[in-house]
């Protein structure tokens, strides 16, 4: 294939000669009316979508490991249509696993030169793997500082997820071009069509990128909305009925579902009832179906892009769960009494950065439904609360993003690491914690950090203690010269607020060096509570429930040295218990 190009690229070449023109006039004109972007991406697939400047162009898409694109794989022939804009969406297949892949276009049979016809997408890993996520909300590309695109490129990530307001235009119109020039404002950004021609993208709209603020299925935009979207955005494939545009793939052992909370949403200000919808019925099945689904199957960790805020007091009109209390009660009441346990949030639309553990989020009649909430916006517009209250945050600001960094080595459990950051200031919010088919539990240092990146001296372990002779053990060690303020826990009680059922409920946490016991304790409320609560929060430690928890606490000055930490429960009990170490500034 790559050798038929080439006799076809030397074609254009004698062509122009015969024309008298320099083969670099033969591309004068470009026939892209907005740059590539890519998504639906897969272990071996992706698709690549671009707007061309006439019906009946025919493309097709290039695909190489290295930037010259020889040799390549192609997709089909498409041939550009005016009933969708003259966009096309080129779909790659026979790919390999993470595979870095660059692309371009080809238009008439001619490999297209110009910059926003070349981007880079790297295929998902296979299975069980480490990899991270970009993921925010809320970007104007009429707003003036646009370095958040920029700084999320530098991370490279495996994908963006963009959980909406990708233009902020509130197009509530009957006209699909209104749409569509949405689109090409976006993708000729430089700073933003640099993001999109570099990492591939899952994409989920929210209220001004749909109609319109605050809007929902009753907007005359609805239907063109919906059409721009499906033709124009490269999105997975959208297998719920009722026009939403759902959507859900897997990225290793993590599962992502992306739910439309406008296009089918009754309106906010009317009075709860239970059936006031967000989902619309159709997608609402379709949600939790792939919810029962995600759970059989057993991936340890299943991502839900709610795009709009799942925390906040019933409050009738509000563009958030909070103006859908019933029916977000139905969903908790699904999620407890299905047994999922694992479902972590990832929200935008908040213009602020926050966490929540499950502390705040519990909407599941009498209890048992603590999610995890990770808000992470806004890209360009100004900093704004919303909801909550959060565990950690709400972080107002501008420039934002969210990371999740998924380490996954194929065990039961797979770490999962939310860094909320913003342009220029590196992370501002950090939670960490452990995804798997039985919960998710809180793991090592979180909370609000500096105004700048900093290292974290930290080592966390879950395990169980299955007899009084075999302790759950960490190990540290303390480098350089100078000694360390150390502080330990041995968590059983607590855990229950993150869902575990079998917890230790009295551990025994022991410190040693070498052989020696350097500190013990068991119930840290025996202990300096005060000191102890003060290091808590200065290493952005989740708090131990109540005054007479007896998890256990050590807060110590250690010489440099190896050290291990090890927990048992009181007079021989077992358990889970989650065994960590900081060390305190
Ligand atoms: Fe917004």
């Known amino acids: 294939m790559a050798f038929f190009h080439t006799i076809r690229g030397g074609w254009v070449l004698v062509a122009g000669l015969l024309a008298g023109l320099p083969m670099m006039r033969a591309q004068a ?15 071996t697939s992706a698709s690549v979508s671009v707007r061309l400047n006439a019906a009946g162009l025919r493309a097709r898409l290039v695909v190489s490991t290295n930037d010259r694109l020889t040799p390549a794989v192609f997709s089909q022939v498409i041939a550009s249509a005016a009933g969708s804009g003259n966009t096309v969406v080129l779909d790659i297949q026979g790919l390999q696993p993470a595979t ?12 297209r030169t110009e910059f926003n016809s070349r981007g880079k997408f790297r295929t998902f890993p296979q299975g069980a793997s480490s990899f991270r996520l970009a993921f925010a909300s809320c970007g104007d590309y ?26 902020y235009s509130d197009t509530n119109s009957i006209l699909t071009d209104d749409y569509r020039r949405n689109y090409d404002s976006v993708l000729n950004h430089r700073n933003q069509g640099a993001l999109y021609r570099g990492v591939a993208l899952a994409y989920m709209w929210d209220d001004h990128d749909f109609a319109g603020d605050d809007s929902n299925g009753t907007a005359i935009g609805t239907a063109a909305a919906r059409t721009v979207y499906r033709d124009t955005v490269p999105h997975y494939p959208i297998n719920v009925t009722g026009g939403t545009i759902g959507q859900s793939f897997t990225v290793g ?14 309106p906010a200000t009317t009075a709860e009832s239970a059936a006031k919808t967000r989902l619309g019925a159709a997608q609402k099945a379709w949600f939790k179906q792939e919810l029962i689904t995600a759970r059989d199957v057993g991936f340890p960790l299943i991502l839900w892009v709610s795009t709009t805020p799942w925390i906040g007091a019933p409050t009738l009109g509000a563009d958030t769960w909070a103006g859908y209390s019933t029916e977000r009660s139905e969903l908790a009441d699904f999620f407890k009494d299905n047994l999922i346990k694992n479902l972590v949030v990832l929200s935008g639309d908040m213009h602020a950065l926050a966490y929540d553990n499950g502390a705040n989020s519990d909407y599941a009649l009498g209890g048992g439904a603590p999610l995890v909430v990770l808000q992470a916006a806004p ?38 690491r939310f860094t909320g950051k913003r342009v220029g200031e590196g992370a501002k919010l950090v939670f960490q914690f452990a995804a798997s088919t039985t919960g998710i539990v809180p793991t090592g240092v979180s909370g609000p950090v500096g105004g700048t990146d900093r290292a974290f001296v930290n080592v966390s372990t879950r395990g169980r203690i299955v007899n009084a002779d075999e302790p759950v ?73 109540g005054g007479t928890s007896p998890d256990s606490a050590l807060l110590v000055t250690l010489p440099p040295g190896a050290y291990t930490l090890q927990a048992t429960g009181a007079g021989g009990t077992t358990g889970t218990v989650l065994v960590e170490a900081y060390e305190v500034p």
């Open 29 to 43: 004109v470009s026939p892209f009316v907005s740059g590539v972007w890519s998504g639906n991406v897969t272990p």
């Open 100 to 111: 870095d892949y660059d692309y371009g276009i080809e238009v008439g049979g001619v490999l």
């Open 142 to 167: 009429r707003d003036a500082d646009q370095r958040v695109y920029d700084a999320m490129l530098a991370e490279q990530p495996l994908l963006f997820l963009h959980m909406g307001d990708f233009h």
């Open 253 to 266: 052992r993590v599962r992502v579902i992306m739910t439309d909370l406008h296009s089918a949403a009754t």
């Open 379 to 416: 890209l360009t517009r100004l900093g704004e609360p919303k909801g909550g209250p959060y565990a950690a945050g709400p972080i107002l600001g501008t420039g934002q993003y969210g990371l999740l960094e998924i380490t996954d080595n194929g065990g039961p459990n797979i770490q999962c």
């Open 473 to 545: 053990i960490v190990g540290f060690v303390i480098g350089g010269t100078t000694s360390r303020n150390v502080l330990a826990r041995a968590v059983g009680p607590t855990l229950a607020a993150f869902g575990v059922t079998d917890a230790v409920a009295r551990p025994v946490l022991t410190l040693y060096r070498a052989n020696t016991v350097v500190a013990s304790n068991e119930d840290w409320t025996t202990t300096d509570t005060a000191r102890l609560k003060t290091a808590f929060e200065r290493v952005g430690a989740f708090a131990l429930v």
